[in-house]
């Protein structure tokens, strides 16, 4: 259970963040990837060398290093989000080269200097599901991804085959398949930010309580379609900022309506599915901004600050950091 938008100020600074909603347990850091940095494929042990230096919110687990979301220094940047029952991995097929779910992220962060280089890129792959050692499994995921223009899209790889999809509107959930949300928000055509002043039934006067009428139909709950609808409605009709101080309080105002507390959303397993994070990004400045479950402080951290000739990833610490009293 995640979510993920673009935002874009006045000044034409796009910014672009998610909450990160998981049940099973994570300990997300920072990681710097250098310029030229050489890696291995899980799946073939293909040596690949990434053209662009880029920083990443991930996990190391059992020398496995995956990412969650990041940007590079041509401010292109993307995220992973959870597609269960739609993702439909590959096996490897002859001509097209066969990069791991795992590594798709590290994959296009490391050699995609906009939308248009990621949709180029993608004719020539196919992704290949390949089970973590968090969740066992090779984990459903489909992934958004935005550059330093504004343009926005979604990959899917589904029964119908890996799709890049145009995304207008800058938002994304989980399953169904983006198509379907778009589709369902013309369920919601009646949502307002204003509300009427009166109406009659028959001879009744009927008058809203105060204001916010407009938005009652506004889906409250967590599902994925519900959190899709409210951020889209939040997205689009709040006021643009003005700056980049106030598209990053702008962002997180929104994605605080989908932020998940603790105890929330029991899953089959008895485990609680929650906002371990969320984060938001300056792809005009490489600039990284968050906030934890157990922090809300939001930090910064900056691509330029540790942009270096390296051979090997910086490991810059927990993003977890507890709210002392």
């Avoid at 998981?22 to 990681?31: K, M, N, T, V």
């Avoid at 792959?125 to 499994?137: F, W």
């Avoid at 204003?194 to 008058?207: D, F, I, P």
Wanted: hydrophobic content about 35%; proline content about 5%; charged content about 20%.
């Amino acid at each position: 259970m995640c979510t993920a938008i673009t935002l874009q100020s006045r000044q034409k600074e796009n910014f672009f963040g998610r909450t990160m909603d998981f049940s099973y347990p994570i300990e997300p850091g920072l990681y710097v990837i250098p310029k030229n940095y050489e890696w291995y494929s899980l799946l073939t042990a293909k040596k690949y060398i990434d053209y662009y230096s880029f920083i990443s919110i991930g996990q190391e687990t059992e020398g496995m290093l995956g990412f969650f979301d990041g940007v590079n220094e041509r401010g292109f940047a993307a995220a992973a989000l959870y597609f269960e029952g739609y993702a439909n991995y590959d096996l490897p097929i002859k001509d097209k080269e066969p990069i791991a779910s795992l590594d798709f992220l590290h994959y296009i962060l490391g050699r995609c200097g906009s939308v248009d280089d990621l949709i180029a890129l993608l004719e020539n792959i196919r992704i290949v599901g390949l089970p973590d050692p968090v969740t066992q499994r090779a984990a459903p995921l489909h992934w958004i991804a935005t550059d330093r223009s504004g343009k926005c899209v979604v990959i899917e790889q589904t029964n119908s085959g890996l799709e890049v999809i145009n995304n207008p509107i800058g938002v994304m959930a989980n399953s169904p398949y983006f198509q379907w949300h778009m589709t369902n928000l013309r369920n919601y055509m009646d949502v307002s930010i204003t509300q009427q002043k009166e109406v009659y039934w028959g001879n009744v006067s009927l008058t809203p309580f105060s204001q916010g009428a407009g938005t009652t139909h506004l889906p409250g709950g967590f599902t994925s379609p519900e959190r899709f609808v409210r951020t889209a409605f939040l997205k689009t009709h709040a006021e643009v900022p003005e700056n980049r101080s106030e598209a990053i309080m702008t962002c997180f105002h929104i994605m605080n309506s989908v932020s998940i507390p603790k105890g929330i959303v029991l899953t089959d397993r008895g485990t609680y599915d929650y906002t371990k994070y969320i984060t938001f990004i300056n792809t005009n400045t490489c600039e990284y901004y968050f906030k934890t479950y157990e922090n809300n402080q939001i930090m910064k951290v900056s691509l330029w600050d540790y942009y270096i000739e390296g051979t090997q990833p910086i490991f810059l610490g927990s993003i977890v950091h507890p709210f002392i009293t």
